[in-house]
């Protein structure tokens, strides 16, 4: 790895900028933090204690306790960019605001620092457009939340961000125990949040039309395709239900493969298309299924129970 990174920026820090901030520091890095939000400090403060006890608890802190506190939180991040070697930024998804803060950290920062933005579905292509200085050293790296415990991280670069800055963003969320996957063209919303959109279109759809309560639309996600892609992703599933081995992924197409194309001509035909009464259908059952959930509690469920997968994972030695 070219630049040495001892100390992180990290500007924005709200869920997924806290999220990260806690990462870096539980891996021994210093990180220097920059947020206008009113009352953004105690914010991160009030999370980074929380997240710490569950990182300690599964033993995912390389630095224990005594790092905790290698943070300073400061009014403006350019103030502090010449003592940065890594720059996360999480901004708003407004193009507008990113491509001001894009370029005024390219404008400052030292050469070969890589500028990683976390944005969910802006390629940087469409942000970078005012940066005159070096470009080439900027791309998504684009997490799961919480960051800290999910280890996604899509690496997307521009077109014309160098194979240096690629390889060495790779490298640094490795490092951090991340699985970073490349992206290696641009396109809207990445991978993993496009694969999300097509199975959350097909729930909206079927919870507005009644097919099936919004509680049991949930259900039938998590205790069903949801626990087997938490250890592999569609296409291996899809090779072991063909029956394993090599052809298992072709023996599935050729036996299922003309009834999914039946089942794919009827969700088409009745896509969610975001119409005022399709939207107002699926907020009046989501809302009746929430009304009897503890959100706050259900939060601290789904950060254990990642914990407790991403233990088991590490055990079994999943392959991704």
Same mark, same amino acid.
């Given at each position: 790895?070219?630049?040495?990174?001892?100390?992180?920026?990290?500007?924005?820090?709200?869920?997924?900028?806290?999220?990260?901030?806690?990462?870096?520091?539980?891996?021994?890095?210093?990180?220097?933090?920059?947020?206008?939000?009113?009352?953004? !400090?105690?914010?991160?403060?009030?999370? /980074? $204690? *929380?997240?710490?006890?569950?990182?300690?608890?599964?033993?995912? &802190?390389?630095? #224990?306790?005594?790092?905790?506190?290698?943070?300073?939180?400061?009014?403006?991040?350019?103030?502090?960019?010449?003592?940065?070697?890594?720059?996360?930024?999480?901004?708003?998804?407004?193009?507008?605001? !990113?491509?001001?803060?894009?370029?005024? /950290? $390219? *404008?400052?920062?030292?050469?070969?620092?890589?500028?990683?933005? &976390?944005?969910? #579905?802006?390629?940087?292509?469409?942000?970078?457009?005012?940066?005159?200085?070096?470009?080439?050293r900027i791309l998504v790296a684009h997490p799961?939340?919480?960051?800290?415990?999910?280890?996604?991280?899509?690496?997307?670069?521009?077109?014309?961000?160098?194979?240096?800055?690629?390889?060495?963003?790779?490298?640094?969320y490795r490092n951090l125990g991340k699985r970073?996957?490349?992206?290696?063209?641009?396109?809207?919303?990445?991978?993993?949040?496009?694969?999300?959109?097509?199975?959350?279109?097909?729930?909206?759809?079927l919870v507005s039309r009644g097919i099936v309560?919004?509680?049991?639309?949930?259900?039938?996600?998590?205790?069903?395709?949801?626990?087997?892609?938490?250890?592999?992703?569609?296409?291996?599933?899809?090779?072991?239900?063909?029956?394993?081995?090599?052809?298992?992924?072709?023996?599935?197409?050729?036996?299922?493969?003309?009834?999914?194309?039946?089942?794919?001509?009827?969700?088409?035909?009745?896509?969610?298309?975001?119409?005022?009464?399709?939207?107002?259908?699926?907020?009046?059952?989501?809302?009746?299924?929430?009304?009897?959930?503890?959100?706050?509690?259900?939060?601290?469920?789904?950060?254990?129970?990642?914990?407790?997968?991403?233990?088991?994972?590490?055990?079994?030695?999943?392959?991704?």
């Amino acid at each position: 790895m070219g630049e040495v990174i001892n100390t992180v920026g990290v500007l924005g820090t709200g869920v997924i900028g806290a999220s990260w901030a806690t990462l870096f520091l539980a891996k021994g890095l210093k990180v220097i933090l920059s947020d206008p939000a009113s009352g953004s !400090k105690e914010s991160f403060e009030r999370y /980074l $204690d *929380a997240a710490w006890i569950a990182l300690e608890k599964a033993g995912m &802190s390389d630095m #224990g306790r005594k790092n905790k506190n290698n943070y300073e939180v400061v009014d403006s991040l350019l103030d502090h960019i010449g003592d940065i070697d890594f720059v996360q930024e999480n901004s708003p998804e407004r193009q507008d605001l !990113k491509t001001k803060l894009i370029a005024e /950290l $390219d *404008a400052h920062a030292r050469p070969g620092i890589i500028i990683a933005s &976390s944005s969910s #579905g802006m390629p940087a292509s469409s942000f970078i457009s005012q940066c005159k200085n070096a470009p080439q050293r900027i791309l998504v790296a684009h997490p799961f939340n919480p960051p800290h415990l999910v280890p996604l991280v899509e690496v997307v670069p521009h077109p014309g961000t160098d194979e240096r800055t690629v390889n060495n963003a790779l490298e640094f969320y490795r490092n951090l125990g991340k699985r970073p996957i490349l992206i290696n063209h641009e396109i809207p919303g990445f991978v993993a949040n496009r694969l999300q959109a097509v199975v959350n279109n097909e729930a909206y759809s079927l919870v507005s039309r009644g097919i099936v309560s919004a509680e049991d639309l949930d259900a039938a996600m998590a205790t069903g395709p949801g626990l087997r892609w938490a250890v592999h992703g569609p296409l291996v599933t899809n090779t072991l239900g063909g029956g394993g081995g090599k052809d298992g992924f072709w023996q599935r197409l050729e036996r299922l493969g003309p009834g999914i194309r039946v089942w794919e001509r009827d969700i088409l035909a009745h896509r969610f298309c975001w119409t005022e009464s399709e939207q107002r259908a699926l907020k009046d059952k989501v809302e009746e299924y929430l009304d009897h959930i503890d959100l706050s509690e259900v939060s601290t469920q789904r950060d254990q129970a990642l914990l407790e997968m991403l233990c088991a994972r590490r055990k079994s030695d999943c392959h991704v």
